[in-house]
């Protein structure tokens, strides 16, 4: 169970696998509606992350996604990933309409949305752009035989569009995963603090040299005679 001021990890997964695209009419409205699918997460098998989600952590998190986001119709995802945790209304471009088991796999179907970035995902499709899924939550790793495992207090938040997964990768690597993340009291998550990563260059205290300041002595005939006569005074 995740309790509140807990810190936490936002996690992104690249699904390896071709999403499908379909048009199926509205019975009621007539409208034509773009719907894609495929496989949205993975179990069980170490993805190209290094992360290992047990079927038993990825079930518990799909299933408390289901009853909380998709049947309540709020289950709404972007087109690429954000910078955070949190759904952006202005770049949200689909619905998940559908979560479901098929052995180590959930496949998903979504709802491509009338919204300016739904607009964008459905012009890439008709265009024969090739669309991949990733996923999007909060949780903590722990290392285990050469591989992180996403822990039990893994939290799905949605599942993105992406299209380029190398630059997907490097985006996730060198953001997502630097930054902790923790659940104020309600329930929204805030950066908790940057995780810097390499080593840090210990600098020698500065040492400030004190001007040399050299006595200047004044040998010139004028104060030759003068001291001369000081000395006939004595």
């Known amino acids: 169970?995740?309790?509140?001021?807990?810190?936490?990890?936002?996690?992104?997964?690249?699904?390896?696998?071709?999403?499908?695209?379909?048009?199926?009419?509205?019975?009621?409205?007539?409208?034509?509606?773009?719907?894609?699918?495929?496989?949205?997460?993975?179990?069980?098998?170490?993805?190209?992350?290094?992360?290992?989600?047990?079927?038993?952590?990825?079930?518990?998190?799909?299933?408390?996604?289901?009853?909380?986001?998709?049947?309540?119709?709020?289950?709404?995802?972007?087109?690429?990933?954000?910078?955070?945790?949190?759904?952006?209304?202005?770049?949200?471009?689909?619905?998940?309409?559908?979560?479901?088991?098929?052995?180590?796999?959930?496949?998903?179907?979504?709802?491509?949305?009338?919204?300016?970035?739904?607009?964008?995902?459905?012009?890439?499709?008709?265009?024969?752009?090739?669309?991949?899924?990733s996923s999007r939550g909060m949780g903590s790793l722990e290392m285990k035989n050469g591989a992180n495992y996403v822990k039990d207090d893994f939290m799905l938040n949605t599942v993105d569009i992406v299209q380029d997964p190398s630059a997907q990768n490097c985006f996730v690597n060198g953001i997502f995963e630097g930054t902790e993340w923790k659940r104020d009291e309600e329930g929204h998550y805030i950066p908790f603090k940057a995780v810097e990563e390499g080593e840090t260059e210990m600098k020698e205290p500065e040492v400030v040299e004190e001007p040399i300041v050299e006595e200047i002595i004044d040998n010139s005939p004028s104060e030759i005679a003068g001291f001369e006569h000081f000395l006939s005074k004595l």
Do not use: C
Request: no cysteine; glycine share 12%; hydrophobic share 35%.
């Open 1 to 133: 169970m995740v309790e509140i001021g807990d810190n936490m990890k936002l996690i992104a997964e690249y699904t390896d696998s071709n999403l499908g695209y379909s048009i199926q009419e509205d019975k009621k409205t007539g409208k034509k509606n773009v719907f894609i699918e495929g496989v949205f997460m993975s179990a069980e098998s170490k993805n190209r992350n290094g992360r290992i989600y047990t079927k038993e952590v990825l079930e518990k998190a799909v299933k408390k996604y289901i009853e909380d986001q998709v049947i309540t119709g709020r289950a709404v995802g972007e087109l690429n990933h954000p910078d955070g945790p949190s759904i952006n209304l202005d770049k949200v471009s689909h619905r998940i309409t559908e979560l479901n088991w098929e052995g180590n796999d959930v496949k998903g179907k979504a709802l491509v949305l009338d919204t300016p970035m739904g607009q964008v995902v459905k012009g890439l499709v008709e265009g024969g752009v090739q669309l991949g899924v």
